[in-house]
């Protein structure tokens, strides 16, 4: 009997093929054996669910799909995280760092008694590092918050402080954490190392527009969840985001 916590990891795809099959082969090769892989199409019309198909033969009984429009990405994952089985969930975007890190963030967990556990990330833009995300420990307060991609919750979290808000379209990922990680309510382990490396130039990096409507509604995320002098925070937030681009 597999004592190990079940994970389940979910992605949000629609009509991008190519890049589902390089992150499914992520998923594929990490070495942990009590995973589930839960896949939330929107519709595609590319061929999407032939790789699906491929998947569901390459991992049998691990591989849970539902296809059909939603309305964005945060509505694609609170329903994987509905459809989720796991006692852990997170998402894979892009690229593992190896092929053990979801044991290495099982056992932190388990090892600490924490809710979840995150970790450091690279954004990049092909092989060219462009963001270096370190934050390690810290508060909401002054600008710190985990790289998103590297998060990963117990299933307790979402059940008690609800998934991620519609109404938000770049930074309901943001304010999700804001809501759970103020006032301390959910505590958190930290592995000091590359955990994830992210494609530069998602929803909320993919332009200097986007960037500015990701920083108002973190704002808002910030009035929203009582937190007091909510500008001080943006402009930490700010601040920390630039030092990502410092080169080391």
């Given at each position: 009997?597999?004592?190990?916590?079940?994970v389940?990891?979910?992605?949000?795809?629609?009509?991008?093929?190519?890049?589902?099959?390089?992150?499914?082969d992520?998923?594929?090769?990490?070495?942990?054996?009590?995973?589930?892989?839960?896949?939330?199409?929107?519709?595609?019309?590319?061929?999407?669910?032939?790789?699906?198909?491929?998947?569901?033969?390459?991992?049998?009984?691990?591989?849970?799909?539902?296809?059909?429009?939603?309305?964005?990405?945060?509505?694609?994952?609170?329903?994987?995280?509905?459809?989720?089985?796991?006692?852990?969930?997170?998402?894979?975007?892009?690229?593992?760092a190896?092929?053990?890190?979801?044991?290495?963030?099982?056992?932190?967990?388990?090892?600490?008694?924490?809710?979840?556990?995150?970790?450091?990330?690279?954004?990049?833009?092909?092989?060219?590092?462009?963001?270096?995300?370190?934050?390690?420990?810290?508060?909401?307060?002054?600008?710190?918050?985990?790289?998103?991609?590297?998060?990963?919750?117990?299933?307790?979290?979402?059940?008690?402080?609800?998934?991620?808000?519609?109404?938000?379209?770049?930074?309901?990922?943001?304010?999700?954490?804001?809501?759970?990680?103020?006032?301390?309510?959910?505590?958190?382990?930290?592995?000091?190392?590359?955990?994830?490396?992210?494609?530069?130039?998602?929803?909320?990096?993919?332009?200097?527009?986007?960037?500015v409507?990701?920083?108002?509604?973190?704002?808002?995320?910030?009035?929203?969840?009582h937190?007091?002098?909510?500008?001080?925070?943006?402009?930490?937030?700010?601040?920390?985001?630039?030092?990502?681009?410092?080169?080391?």
């Amino acid at each position: 009997m597999n004592t190990l916590p079940k994970v389940s990891v979910i992605t949000a795809t629609y009509n991008d093929a190519s890049n589902l099959k390089r992150i499914m082969d992520q998923v594929a090769r990490q070495d942990y054996e009590n995973l589930e892989y839960i896949i939330v199409d929107g519709g595609s019309t590319d061929g999407t669910m032939d790789l699906i198909h491929e998947m569901e033969a390459r991992m049998p009984g691990k591989v849970r799909c539902i296809s059909e429009p939603d309305r964005g990405i945060y509505d694609a994952l609170n329903k994987g995280i509905a459809l989720a089985g796991g006692d852990i969930i997170g998402c894979c975007y892009d690229r593992y760092a190896d092929e053990n890190v979801l044991s290495r963030m099982v056992r932190a967990m388990e090892d600490e008694g924490t809710d979840g556990v995150h970790g450091d990330l690279y954004y990049m833009d092909g092989d060219r590092i462009v963001r270096r995300w370190h934050q390690g420990q810290g508060s909401i307060r002054t600008g710190w918050l985990p790289g998103h991609p590297t998060l990963y919750l117990r299933r307790q979290v979402y059940e008690k402080y609800g998934v991620y808000r519609t109404d938000y379209r770049i930074a309901a990922d943001y304010e999700f954490m804001v809501r759970i990680l103020y006032k301390k309510k959910v505590r958190l382990s930290y592995l000091p190392e590359i955990l994830i490396y992210m494609s530069h130039g998602g929803t909320s990096t993919g332009s200097l527009g986007a960037y500015v409507q990701s920083l108002m509604e973190g704002h808002r995320a910030l009035r929203e969840n009582h937190v007091p002098f909510a500008w001080f925070t943006d402009l930490c937030r700010t601040v920390r985001v630039l030092l990502q681009f410092v080169k080391k």
